[in-house]
């Protein structure tokens, strides 16, 4: 136990100190990419502050991989430096036992990573960027007009002249029924349909419904069995389009499953989504390998660990943005597309702690 306390000692604070250096680094960054046009707006301090501080948690959720990856792998390779991996090695302690702690530290921080970016990093970057946007006089709108969305697989099509996200309303809005052989079943026109969010559907009101009778339409109220169906969230019909990345992972499946539903492409998004679960294992993996790199060097410590830390995080990054490409275009799975980088440097760092010398 006073080897895992004084292990802890002797990562943490340094893991601390990188990540409030790292997270500094990316804030003041985005605060001089953007300070000539606050200047230019006369934005006042207390909003440029404001902006900061939303940008906070996307700052941390970047640096803890960079941060926890060089205090470990300095404070290791010091260790080393100064004989003392030697003296534990040689009273039967082996690498693998005495970096167990920090392996399960690495995991906890993995799966906190996640629930931190879906709980709060969305949220928080999402009003950074509204503010930040309003603040260098961006526009942005959500409206949308002329919309046409297919739903399950193309049985449902819902056309609206225009969709106003202040209300979740659809206006002057017309909704096909069509059977697995795209024969159309009825027409629904309702002047507006309003989303309901405790039953997750659209109300529509003052609707008529059209139904097909040889050459002639049969109109008539609304059949209930047909408006329970309209369920395509409310989301869908954004004039953006959805950035899967940018969302917490509820939006995200939403999204996806509009996708299947209407037959379209979601390899791309797919990914995305599975990708939101894998990276925060990054953690646990530059740990992992830094551990296996443990003992390659006695000199230029502070040196070493800064280019390992660069390039472990380098190789991750570009080995998940092929891989992803290759689950774009279909290629491999998504799944694979996210997890496989995850899955490759795991086997990799397994090897090198195999013959890392312990």
């Known amino acids: 136990m006073k080897l895992v306390w004084y292990l802890y000692r002797k990562i943490l604070p340094l893991f601390f100190g990188a990540m409030i250096f790292f997270a500094l680094v990316l804030n003041l960054v985005d605060l001089f990419m953007h300070i000539a046009t606050y200047l230019?707006?006369?934005?006042?301090?207390?909003?440029?502050?404001?902006?900061?501080?939303?940008y906070v948690p996307k700052t941390v959720w970047y640096a803890v991989p960079v941060?926890?990856?060089?205090?470990?792998?300095?404070?290791?390779?010091?260790?080393?430096?100064s004989n003392e991996l030697e003296a534990l090695f040689a009273s039967g302690v082996s690498l693998f036992r005495f970096t167990l702690p920090v392996l399960l530290?690495?995991?906890?921080?993995?799966?906190?990573?996640?629930?931190?970016e879906n709980r709060y990093v969305v949220s928080t970057y999402e009003k950074k960027t509204e503010l930040q946007d309003r603040l260098l006089n961006k526009v942005t709108n959500e409206n949308n007009s002329d919309v046409i969305v297919l739903s399950d697989n193309g049985r449902i099509v819902y056309k609206a002249r225009r969709y106003i996200e202040s209300t979740k309303k659809l206006s002057d809005a017309y909704f096909v029924f069509?059977?697995?052989?795209?024969?159309?079943?009825?027409?629904?026109?309702?002047?507006?349909?309003?989303?309901?969010?405790?039953?997750?559907?659209?109300?529509?009101?003052?609707?008529?419904?059209?139904?097909?009778?040889?050459?002639?339409?049969?109109?008539?109220e609304p059949d209930s069995a047909l408006t329970d169906a309209l369920t395509e969230s409310y989301e869908i019909f954004r004039k953006t389009?959805?950035?899967?990345?940018?969302?917490?992972?509820?939006?995200?499946?939403?999204?996806?499953e509009h996708l299947k539903k209407a037959g379209l492409p979601y390899n791309e998004q797919l990914s995305e989504y599975y990708k939101k679960f894998a990276f925060p294992f990054i953690v646990f993996?530059?740990?992992?390998?830094?551990?296996?790199?443990?003992?390659?060097?006695?000199?230029?410590?502070?040196?070493?660990?800064?280019?390992?830390?660069?390039?472990?995080?380098?190789?991750?990054?570009?080995?998940?943005?092929?891989?992803?490409?290759?689950?774009?275009?279909?290629?491999i799975s998504p799944f694979m597309g996210a997890w496989f980088p995850v899955i490759f440097?795991?086997?990799?760092?397994?090897?090198?702690?195999?013959?890392?010398r312990t």
């Open 40 to 54: 230019q707006n006369n934005v006042s301090v207390k909003d440029i502050a404001m902006v900061m501080a939303f």
């Open 67 to 81: 941060a926890i990856l060089f205090s470990t792998s300095y404070s290791l390779s010091d260790m080393y430096a």
């Open 105 to 116: 530290l690495s995991v906890l921080l993995s799966f906190g990573l996640f629930f931190f």
């Open 178 to 220: 069509r059977d697995d052989n795209k024969t159309l079943l009825a027409v629904i026109y309702a002047p507006s349909a309003f989303w309901d969010e405790e039953n997750l559907k659209w109300n529509v009101q003052g609707a008529l419904q059209y139904t097909p009778s040889g050459q002639s339409f049969i109109t008539g």
């Open 241 to 256: 389009n959805v950035d899967v990345q940018s969302v917490s992972a509820r939006e995200a499946k939403i999204y996806i």
């Open 285 to 331: 993996i530059v740990v992992f390998l830094s551990v296996g790199l443990t003992g390659k060097t006695k000199k230029n410590v502070l040196l070493i660990s800064l280019a390992s830390c660069i390039s472990a995080s380098v190789l991750f990054y570009v080995t998940m943005m092929v891989t992803m490409v290759f689950a774009k275009h279909g290629y």
């Open 345 to 356: 440097y795991t086997i990799a760092s397994v090897i090198l702690l195999r013959y890392s």
